[in-house]
């Protein structure tokens, strides 16, 4: 029995459950735009799902990438995607001080891959008491995790789930290593794969990744047969103007498709328990 993740009841013989949006709040009206056509689809194909957008982006290559419009505006409008559509929401934090003030807006905080050892930021996100999502480092070992998830478990919160987003692979990619999900299963967190920074180029002389949005849905519907909890993706209406990861985000115009594939995968993988 996986536990409630914010506020959504799942269990490891139901469907997956979905976390989903773009990278970063781009604009005001951008957030909740895409949060209806990704609630919409999640309602039909009875998917529990939590939203996310980072509200500020600290992790970029160039000193000139966009990184938001601004902290207090953009937790806001999670704010009010998190109001208007009864849904979840989850943001990125990069620093201790950034805990407690994003969580004022969101039901859950993310850790990014790099940040997944950084002792202090778990600390502080767990005394939030959210769930805390921790994206695993591309440096560790799916066992190195039970570390990370020991931190904010032994700082009084057990509302914790991890993220599988590949392991470099040479200098510009990387790679997703399947077995990675029944191992970190084994700490008794739920256990999520990211179907859309899997597929990303990183480090590329140009300071901008690339990425391979065609195999996304390869990845996705191996990670649902090898039995993960839940689904991570980043969607934008038109990714080759999206001001940050746009190279391995999904078209939003093909979210349904996927999904409907991913959930008859899920039904066919159930059946095997």
Request: glycine residues 6%; proline residues 5%; hydrophobic residues 40%.
């Amino acid at each position: 029995m996986i536990p409630k993740i914010v506020g959504l009841t799942h269990t490891r013989n139901s469907n997956f459950f979905l976390i989903a949006g773009p990278c970063v709040v781009e604009n005001e009206s951008m957030p909740l735009e895409i949060a209806l056509k990704i609630k919409k689809l999640a309602d039909q194909y009875e998917i529990p799902f939590i939203f996310k957008a980072s509200y500020r982006k600290a992790n970029r290559s160039k000193a000139g990438s966009f990184s938001g419009i601004g902290d207090q505006i953009a937790l806001e409008c999670l704010a009010s995607v998190r109001k208007e559509l009864s849904v979840p929401v989850i943001t990125d934090i990069h620093t201790p001080s950034e805990a407690s003030f994003a969580a004022k807006y969101t039901d859950a905080l993310q850790i990014p891959a790099f940040l997944c050892r950084q002792t202090d930021l778990l600390e502080a996100a767990a005394e939030t008491g959210k769930w805390i999502n921790i994206k695993k480092g591309q440096f560790l070992s799916p066992d190195s995790m039970k570390f990370a998830i020991e931190k904010v478990k032994d700082h009084g919160n057990s509302n914790v789930m991890v993220t599988d987003r590949g392991t470099m692979f040479g200098y510009h990619d990387l790679i997703v290593d399947m077995r990675s999900i029944p191992e970190m299963q084994v700490f008794d967190v739920p256990v999520i794969l990211d179907i859309t920074h899997s597929l990303q180029q990183p480090n590329r002389k140009e300071g901008i990744s690339g990425g391979r949005p065609a195999m996304i849905s390869t990845i996705g519907k191996a990670g649902i047969a090898a039995g993960a909890d839940g689904i991570f993706l980043e969607t934008h209406p038109d990714p080759l103007t999206a001001k940050s990861d746009g190279a391995n985000m999904l078209s939003l115009h093909l979210l349904d498709k996927l999904l409907h594939d991913l959930v008859v995968m899920r039904q066919a993988y159930l059946k095997t328990l």
